[in-house]
C-alpha cells in the first residue's frame, strides 16, 4: 500500500511559476515510477511527466522544456517544477505512484488545482 499527497498548486499568473510536490508513503520500497498527470475541465487526464526509480524521465505535451520533474529518495519525495506557465496549463494536478512487481498497482493523489491567470 502507498499513499501519495500532491502540494504547492495554487493561483499563479502567465510567466510565472509553481513547484509542486508529492510525498509518497507506505511501500515506498515497492514503487518503480512516479508521475505527474493533469486534467483541464471538459479533458482527459493527461501525462506531464514521469520519472523513475532510477532517474530516468520522460515529458510528454505543452509542458515540454518548461516544466522540469525531480525526486528527492531521502524524502520520498517528486517535485514538478513549472516555469512560464500559460493559463492553458490550468488544470488539476495528480501525482501517481506505480508499483515494480506485477500487478503493477497505480496509487493516485487527491489533486492539487493549479490555476494560471492571464
Known amino acids: 500500500q502507498v499513499q501519495v499527497v500532491e502540494s504547492g498548486g495554487g493561483l499563479v499568473q502567465a510567466g510565472g511559476s509553481l513547484r509542486l510536490s508529492c510525498a509518497a508513503s507506505?511501500?515506498?520500497?515497492?514503487?518503480?515510477?512516479m508521475g505527474w498527470y493533469r486534467q483541464a475541465p471538459g479533458k482527459q487526464r493527461e501525462l506531464v511527466a514521469s520519472?523513475?526509480?532510477?532517474?530516468?524521465?520522460n515529458y510528454a505535451g505543452s509542458g515540454k522544456g518548461r516544466f522540469t520533474i525531480s525526486r528527492e529518495n531521502a524524502e520520498n519525495t517528486v517535485y514538478l517544477q513549472m516555469n512560464s506557465l500559460k493559463p492553458e496549463d490550468t488544470a488539476v494536478y495528480y501525482c501517481?505512484?506505480?508499483?515494480?512487481?506485477?500487478?503493477?498497482?497505480?496509487?493516485w493523489g487527491q489533486g492539487t488545482q493549479v490555476t494560471v491567470s492571464s
Open positions: 507506505g511501500s515506498i520500497f515497492d514503487i518503480n515510477a
Open positions: 501517481n505512484a506505480e508499483l515494480r512487481n506485477w500487478p503493477r498497482k497505480i496509487y
Open positions: 520519472i523513475t526509480s532510477d532517474g530516468s524521465t
